[in-house]
């Protein structure tokens, strides 16, 4: 992606690149990428500047009721990027405008995420972050669910079901092995350099996860919480498209194999102020962390339940955080504890450069534009009321006994998406100098229904166990 473009410079792109069309890309408030495409010549620097009326926002889930579908598509112009599956194509990332020059949409997520880099701005902060995105990429996926048949199946060439000789990746042990175990590389490696060579993502890192099946992890430079939301979500649209190309599919739902590692997004957070981190402390003997870093996990900590809304947003989300599967379950924080929900990484002393917080709640199902904002909001929050985070915890959480925990006043992360929203709905205060409460009222709204949409199924395991009781 380039760093500026002006509509001259844009207008004048698209001509010399030859495009024809050009696609406007939009995430709406669930998370998921939707598209309208346009013909180049509607495209000048007068509409660049105006945006599109092409979005019936009444068919977008959490936009707009039927009485206020209007809205207006503005292409960010440094998004712009020439898209390599489709002839003369090229895609912009869009904001989202209320009809009749009524401005900002209030409902629209990459909004959010741009009211907090203007807080942050006028405080003299920069905040920035990276994430960690793991997904399966699949041979295949079905799957069917009605009124009396319930199943899904997947299948893997590399994974251990399929049988028979050749290279197969047991349960737990797809952690970085070499070809041919890792079937999935040149998948990744295509996925990283379409990143870095067409949408200009600094895809930095690729390799495959935990898991069996092809579970895999891309990582992309570090940036300002709106454009790491931006890449994040090209990503995934990348991600896809590779794999369709090749006849493969790839999902970012959190659980999908059972007695395996689910897919998380690690979230790693540092503050800035005039080119200094202040998360470091280079005289802090346990990880060289300031003062400001332990009220930012302090934050986390108090607010940890009610962040579960939105970092970790769907009902499948929650069959990932149980122990056993290195996913964290317990609001604590450590220097190099994976059972703890904030792992301060600690590779190199003397680091200013490096020195971050590790959230590891995460899921790539979350709409980054809401769920890093949210993060960054209750680290601030625990800032501004020194709010202190106890001390670090350095043995395995899930081997103490809960007399322990309660001893230690460790709390637990919510077991539920509708216990996630119960909290998000009495500890909602520390979001408000960004999120409306019409955008936490319609998110809350949504995902109970998308609850209750669930409910009536019962699962197939539940079959298994209980046909005979």
Do not use: C, H, N, Q
């Given at each position: 992606m380039d760093k500026a473009l002006a509509p001259e410079d844009a207008v004048e792109r698209i001509r010399r690149d030859g495009i024809e069309w050009v696609d406007l890309q939009v995430t709406d408030l669930s998370g998921r990428f939707h598209h309208v495409t346009i013909s180049s010549s509607?495209?000048?620097?007068?509409?660049?500047?105006?945006?599109?009326?092409?979005?019936?926002?009444?068919?977008?889930?959490?936009?707009?009721?039927?009485?206020?579908?209007?809205?207006?598509?503005?292409?960010v112009l440094e998004t712009y990027a020439v898209l390599p599956w489709f002839d003369k194509t090229a895609r912009f990332i869009t904001q989202v405008y209320g009809f009749l020059g009524?401005?900002?949409?209030?409902?629209?997520?990459?909004?959010?995420?741009?009211?907090?880099?203007?807080?942050?701005?006028?405080?003299?902060?920069?905040?920035?972050?990276?994430?960690?995105?793991?997904?399966?990429?699949?041979?295949?996926?079905?799957?069917?669910?009605?009124?009396?048949?319930?199943?899904?199946?997947?299948?893997?060439?590399?994974a251990y079901w399929n049988g028979g000789g050749g290279a197969r990746i047991r349960t737990k042990e797809g952690y970085y092995p070499t070809p041919p175990l890792d079937q999935m590389m040149q998948v990744r490696q295509e996925i990283a350099s379409t990143l870095r060579n067409y949408f200009g993502v600094e895809a930095e890192v690729h390799h495959h996860e935990v898991a069996t099946a092809g579970q895999a992890e891309v990582n992309f430079r570090y940036s300002t919480p709106t454009r790491t939301s931006d890449n994040l979500q090209t990503l995934k649209y990348v991600a896809r498209m590779v794999a369709y190309r090749r006849g493969l599919m790839v999902t970012f739902m959190p659980k999908v194999l059972a007695n395996d590692n689910g897919s998380g997004m690690h979230t790693h957070v540092s503050i800035w102020r005039d080119g200094t981190n202040l998360f470091y402390d280079p005289s802090d003997e346990y990880s060289e962390i300031s003062q400001y870093a332990r009220y930012f996990i302090g934050g986390l900590i108090e607010h940890g339940r009610a962040l579960s809304a939105f970092v970790s947003p769907t009902v499948n989300s929650y069959r990932r955080l149980i122990p056993g599967y290195e996913a964290p379950v317990y609001l604590a924080w450590s220097r190099a504890n994976r059972s703890a929900a904030i792992r301060i990484p600690s590779y190199f002393r003397g680091d200013q450069a490096s020195k971050r917080i590790e959230y590891r709640p995460p899921d790539p199902t979350a709409n980054p534009y809401l769920a890093l904002s949210a993060i960054i909001l209750a680290g601030l929050d625990g800032v501004k009321k020194k709010i202190d985070p106890g001390d670090p915890v350095d043995e395995n959480i899930y081997m103490m006994t809960e007399q322990k925990r309660r001893m230690l006043g460790i709390k637990t992360l919510p077991r539920s998406l509708d216990e996630a929203l119960d909290e998000l709905e009495t500890d909602n205060e520390f979001l408000k100098p960004v999120f409306n409460k019409e955008i936490i009222q319609t998110y809350i709204d949504m995902k109970r229904e998308e609850s209750q949409r669930l409910k009536p199924y019962p699962h197939p395991a539940e079959v298994y166990l209980y046909h005979d009781a």
């Open positions: 509607m495209v000048t620097p007068e509409t660049l500047e105006e945006g599109f009326g092409k979005l019936d926002g009444s068919s977008v889930r959490g936009f707009a009721t039927i009485d206020e579908s209007d809205l207006v598509l503005k292409p009524s401005g900002r949409f209030i409902r629209d997520p990459r909004y959010v995420s741009e009211r907090l880099e203007s807080k942050l701005s006028g405080e003299g902060l920069t905040a920035y972050v990276s994430v960690e995105p793991e997904f399966f990429i699949f041979d295949s996926m079905k799957f069917r669910v009605d009124g009396f048949m319930s199943y899904y199946k997947v299948e893997s060439r590399e």
